[in-house]
């Protein structure tokens, strides 16, 4: 287990989160281990956690918008229908040099620069997931009037939940958030399907339940922790003529994996497109 680096302890905020839900949750808990003091979070959460009413005995102010005044970050984590009525708002929160967040699906920085006073900073950011465990990885974008201070704010902020990226272009977060946004679902079909296949070849179905589980959370770790990339590691359990590559011809042949997954991840694209 890596200790994380403690890279907000120095931000003096206020952090505004908005929303505290599951994503938003996630963050809070890798903010407070990556250094930053209770007291200078305000969270705004009509129902408020476990984890959210402990952190407010060590001081976090609960929703307590006074507080927020001049916030040096406010990161919206509410669903993006409710954005309409939960951002204009905030407006009244932004200072200055506030860097405002938002992980909104499909809420683009025109929705946020219309609903937020003229001139704020905005980061648009799409996570996934695996955040619940610090193991995400989240695409940003800014807006021009983000500063090289307020995007490094932004990485901290979601470093705290796995890794992050940069991107230039904000068209390209519909085909972001059919790949990385949306792909956990596609990995836990896999799982599901090896499942049923197992079960078609003649295995008990909770021995191939726990196969196909192990299997592919195996694999995955096998893949972060390896410095070779996905194409290697297969490559390198793949004997000539042997089990594997009798598989492997199935899924690589003509409608195989490679065609399904890009036809998946086009739709999954064009829906994003559609909602934004
Ligand atoms: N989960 C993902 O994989 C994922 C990936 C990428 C992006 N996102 C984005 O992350 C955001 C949060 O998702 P989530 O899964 O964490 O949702 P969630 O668990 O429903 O959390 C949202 C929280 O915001 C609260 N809320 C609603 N209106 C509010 C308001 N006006 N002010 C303050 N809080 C308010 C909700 O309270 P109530 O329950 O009382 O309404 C809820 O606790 C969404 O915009 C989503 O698009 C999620």
Not at 43 to 51: C, L
Not at 206 to 227: N, Q
Request: aromatic share 2%; no cysteine.
């Amino acid at each position: 287990m890596t200790v994380p680096q403690k890279t907000l302890r120095k931000f003096s905020g206020p952090l505004l989160l908005v929303g505290a839900g599951k994503m938003g949750g996630a963050m809070l808990d890798g903010w407070i281990a990556r250094g930053l003091a209770p007291k200078r979070v305000v969270v705004i959460e009509p129902q408020p956690g476990k984890a959210v009413k402990a952190l407010a005995r060590r001081g976090l102010k609960l929703n307590s918008k006074s507080e927020a005044a001049a916030a040096g970050a406010i990161v919206i984590a509410v669903k993006p229908q409710s954005a309409p009525e939960a951002v204009p708002p905030l407006g009244a929160y932004v200072g200055k040099n506030t860097l405002v967040l938002s992980i909104m699906a499909g809420r683009t920085i025109g929705f946020l620069e219309n609903a937020l006073p003229r001139g704020t900073a905005i980061v648009r950011a799409i996570p996934n997931t695996p955040a619940a465990i610090g193991r995400g990885i989240s695409v940003m974008v800014a807006n021009a009037k983000s500063s090289a201070r307020h995007r490094k704010l932004a990485s901290d902020l979601l470093a705290a939940i796995g890794k992050v990226e940069w991107i230039s272009e904000e068209g390209l977060m519909d085909a972001v958030t059919a790949l990385s946004g949306s792909g956990p679902a596609y990995i836990f079909l896999l799982a599901e399907a090896m499942t049923k296949a197992g079960i078609a070849a003649g295995l008990p179905a909770a021995l191939a339940a726990r196969l196909s589980r192990e299997t592919v959370s195996g694999a995955g770790e096998l893949l972060h922790r390896s410095d070779l990339d996905a194409a290697t590691l297969r490559q390198n359990v793949t004997s000539p003529g042997g089990t594997t590559a009798a598989a492997l011809e199935v899924l690589m042949g003509p409608g195989g994996f490679n065609a399904l997954l890009t036809k998946a991840i086009a739709a999954a694209t064009r829906r994003s497109r559609e909602l934004g």
